[in-house]
Structures are given as C-alpha cells and as structure tokens.
C-alpha cells in the first residue's frame, strides 16, 4: 500500500477507535431479556448500562453488560468486548475483548464485524496485522450499510490489501462510503483522487472532499489539505493557509501535523527556515510514535541537523520508523545496511528492506534493490532478469538512477535483451533528469559508438556534465581525453584538475592516469615517488593494471 493511502486506511482504522468504547450504547438494543440490576427508570437494558455509567456505578454497569452478553445480547458481547480490549471500566484483556467481538460478528451485528476487522486489520489486539482474516469482516459489515466498512473495504480493493487488487470496485465502494458524511470516508476518497490510484487522478475533487471533511472537524483532512496549500501542490500556494490548517490539526493531538509542520520548519519550505522550531514539532509528532517523525528524527542525526550526529542513534529511529511500516525508513535503514554505516553490513537484511519498501510502492527501493541483485553479494544471489523487471517499475515510475542503470542494461544485455536503441532512450530519459550517471553513460556510449555514431566530440560535452556532478569515472575518462587530445584541445593542465579530482574519490583509473601525469611531468614537475604512491593506491583498491606496473616498478 503506497504511503498516503496506507495513511488514510490508518485514519480510518483509528477513526475507528477513538469512537469505539461508547458507540454502541446510543443504538437501540434488540430484544434482550432484563435482568435484576437494570434501573427502573429504563427502557431498555443498553439505557440502563448508559444510565449506571452516567451516575458513575462502573462495576455494576460492567456486571449488566456481562449478565447481558451472558444472555447472549450481540450489543452487550459487543460493548463489553470493547472495554476489554481499550481497559475501559475493565482491566484490558485483548483475548476476552476479541473473543466477545467474535461472539457479537457471528450474531451479524455489523457494527461489531467492523470493530473486530479494525482490531484485526490494524494489529490493535496485540499480533500483527492481519488484512485478510479482517476482509470478510469488513465486507458483511459493508454489506449491512455500515459506510465505515466501505470505506476499509474500498481502500483494501484499491490497494490490493488482503484481496486480489480491483481498483473500480474498491473505487465504487469508497464513493458510497463517502456520499454517506462519514468524514473519515471523505478523506479517504480525496487521498485516492490526489494520487490518482484507482485509475482517476482528480486534484479539484481531492481539495473540494478534504475540505467537506475538514467542515466536520477532521484533523487528518486538515493536515493534509495543510500541508498541500503550504506547498503548492495541485492547489495554488498560500502557506499561511496551509500553516493554518496544520495546526488546527496539531492542536487537536494530530502527529501526522505535527510533522508536517517540523519539517517544513526544518526545510525552510515555504517558511522561515527554523532547525530548534522544526525539531520540536518533529519530537512532539515522534513522542506519538508517528512514523514520518521518526524517521526524520533520523535524518537529523544522521546528518548533525540541529543536534550533535549519530549515526547509532540514527538507526534506532530509522528501525522505529520502518517497524510502523514507513517505507522511506526502510529504504535508509537498509542502505545503511548495505555500507556498514553507523550498524554493521549485512546485505541480506538490506535486501528485505529493499524488498518491503518496493511492495509499497517506493522507486528508490525497487531501484536499491535491483542493484543488489544485479551485483549478487553475498547473502544476495544474482538475479539478473528480476533486477531488470525491478529496475523497468522504478524506471516506468519516472526514478531517474533506475532509468539510467535500466539504460545500462539494454546497452549489456544483462537481464535482457540486448536493444542498444532502447537502452540509449533510458539514458537520455534519466539525462534529461540530470542523472550524472547518464550524463557518464551517453559520453560512454559516443566514446565506443555503442547505440549511437562514434564520436569523441560528442562525448566530451556529457562527460564534462557528469565530471561536473562529482563523477569519478566521468572525471577520469575525460582527464585522459585531454591528455591524449582525443575530441579535445590538448591540455595537461585540465587534464591533471580532472584526473586530481577522481583521484580524491580512490577512483583507481584516475588514480592510474593521474600517475602516467607525475611519472612523465605532463602538466606537473616530474615526480616519480609520487607518482608509484598513486599506482601503489589503485593496487590496494584492487586494480589490475596497477597491480601489474607496480611489480614491473619492483623488478628495476
């Protein structure tokens, strides 16, 4: 489930409840024979339980909703259900609260299959969540009217949660859940409109139904519809409406607000740039384990923003965040994985990262992901041709380093079939992305008239943007054009900024050219020590020609 429709199924489930303790008691009960303790100004026995609450009598009130769901009363099992499993009036016992929800589904009161689907659904009992066991429920309690359950069930559809994916169903489901007033449906079907996910991409819909739930007072909708207006998107900026609207939503203990509003703070985004104003927002957010906040809580002390770094301390919040299902935790916490910093390497773990990442939609960790497999480290068998697959989502997805690697693979063959035309296309895609890869890429491609015309010329102009970008490989090759003066002026002078600078990267082919410069005095004194330093470093770094001049070095 991408991550802005995960986030509108959880404010559905959590709708759910922050309602569900009392709920039940404002609906009229079915027939249900009385027992002693109802007061005798009552009607009905669920009056009674409201009326024992009211005068604070708890015990009694709690031992009437047993004798009741004793008696087999679906509204009492229902009721009673929910007290144990919040510890309203009742010390929490989960297995009891859902065993008696249970009881009250099987007698298809719809109310309680839609609090055990919750319960179920978002893992609020203690196990993890389980969208399939909780799908039935939901679609009897749908079935039976109830809009709260179509909306769930509406999401599930879309997403392909628990269910085999059917977007115009989840879609019509959502719709009626919507057209009832349940604001929480709303929001939903305005998330799906933003992001186009059923297949219908409708940004003034979006605005107009966050905004009917906002007239209801529903914070999801106003940090949402927020931090839209705070950025521009699909609406026309107007930060201080967006400010706003955030903090109508703050203000009512929503975290997703409060980390809207720490990292616009933190970002400077269309505010005054403010680190210790932002870092407070994000804190308060993170303090309601609302997983955006923690993961840029990570952020933070990965990169020393407004506190001392800690690339320790930054795991443990990326791991906080990527437990509650954020995927962009995920995808950091599995790079650090894949280079050992800050949490020692292990690629396997970085590969399930990748993988729980991609399933929810994220290009960057589909693209991760491919790259493992294409290298085949350890802990990670090569896979090529699922590489590729991988890499096409993420490429298809608009994700520029995929496009450019996709690029590389149609030029190889590698994964698929060899189409130099094709691969020539996803490079020039992830170029017009600034890509420095491709950038590098395309330079290559003219150097060896691989997809296009030789030409040494043309290489040098996307070399130079690639070298520009901090390209190591791009530097070097373009420092040895100049050396040689192919498809340039002769100049050992750039020749040796370039090679320098690739060099500074442990580059080992810069490392190697920038030596032929210092061991013949091309554009530099002639320095022969330096000169076998920098073959002695490409050698440590596993090249094979430097490996070779340094043994014919030893042998004079």
Avoid at 2 to 9: E, G, S, V
Avoid at 152 to 174: E, F
Avoid at 415 to 430: L, S
């Amino acid at each position: 489930m991408r991550p802005l429709l995960f986030r509108a199924y959880f404010a559905l489930l959590a709708a759910a409840l922050a309602g569900a303790p009392t709920a039940a008691l404002s609906q009229a009960a079915p027939p249900t024979p009385v027992v002693p303790s109802v007061p005798p100004l009552a009607k009905t026995p669920v009056e009674a339980v409201r009326a024992l609450l009211l005068a604070k009598k708890n015990d009694q009130a709690v031992a009437l909703l047993q004798a009741l769901a004793d008696q087999n009363s679906a509204i009492a099992q229902r009721e009673l259900g929910i007290f144990y499993l919040t510890g309203t009036h009742v010390p929490r016992d989960l297995a009891k609260g859902i065993a008696l929800l249970q009881k009250a589904a099987d007698q298809n009161d719809t109310q309680a299959q839609y609090n055990l689907a919750v319960v179920l659904a978002s893992g609020a009992g203690g196990s993890p969540p389980d969208p399939a066991r909780a799908f039935p429920l939901f679609q009897k309690a749908a079935d039976g009217g109830r809009p709260e359950a179509q909306a769930s069930l509406g999401l599930l559809y879309i997403s392909g949660t628990g269910v085999s994916k059917d977007a115009p169903k989840g879609l019509d489901y959502l719709r009626r859940a919507a057209a009832s007033g349940l604001a929480a449906a709303q929001h939903a079907l305005a998330t799906v409109y933003l992001q186009g996910t059923a297949g219908v991409r409708d940004l003034p819909g979006a605005v107009a139904l966050f905004q009917k739930a906002i007239d209801q007072g529903f914070a999801p909708s106003q940090a949402d519809l927020g931090l839209l207006y705070a950025t521009g998107q699909g609406v026309p900026r107007d930060t201080a409406k967006g400010i706003a609207l955030m903090k109508q939503a703050a203000d009512q203990n929503n975290s997703q607000a409060q980390a809207n509003l720490g990292a616009l703070y933190l970002t400077g985004n269309g505010v005054g740039r403010d680190t210790a104003r932002g870092l407070a927002w994000i804190r308060m957010a993170a303090a309601r384990n609302n997983p955006q906040a923690l993961f840029d809580l990570g952020v933070a002390a990965a990169g020393g923003i407004g506190t001392p770094q800690d690339l320790a301390g930054a795991m443990v919040f990326y791991r906080r965040s990527a437990d509650l299902g954020y995927p962009r935790a995920m995808m950091n916490l599995g790079l650090a994985l894949q280079n050992g910093m800050g949490i020692a390497k292990d690629a396997a773990k970085a590969a399930t990262l990748f993988q729980k990442a991609a399933e929810m939609g994220l290009p960057e960790a589909k693209s991760s992901l491919g790259i493992l497999l294409i290298a085949g480290v350890p802990g990670v068998p090569q896979d090529a041709r699922r590489a590729a697959s991988l890499l096409k989502e993420a490429a298809t997805a608009g994700y520029a380093p995929a496009q450019s690697m996709l690029g590389a693979l149609y030029l190889s063959g590698l994964g698929v079939e060899k189409d130099a035309a094709e691969g020539i296309a996803w490079t020039r895609r992830a170029a017009d992305q600034n890509d420095s890869f491709a950038f590098k890429n395309l330079g290559v491609s003219y150097l060896n008239g691989v997809g296009v015309p030789r030409d040494e010329a043309k290489a040098v102009p996307w070399l130079q943007k690639a070298a520009d970008a901090g390209n190591a490989e791009a530097q070097a090759m373009l420092g040895l054009l100049y050396r040689l003066g192919r498809g340039v002026g002769q100049d050992y002078a750039k020749a040796l900024l370039l090679l320098t600078k690739s060099a500074d990267q442990n580059f080992p082919r810069g490392l190697m050219n920038l030596a032929i410069l210092y061991h013949d005095g091309l554009g530099v004194s002639k320095d022969p020590a330096k000169a076998r330093a920098l073959i002695e470093k490409a050698a440590s770094l596993g090249d094979p020609e430097a490996k070779t001049a340094l043994q014919s070095l030893e042998k004079k």
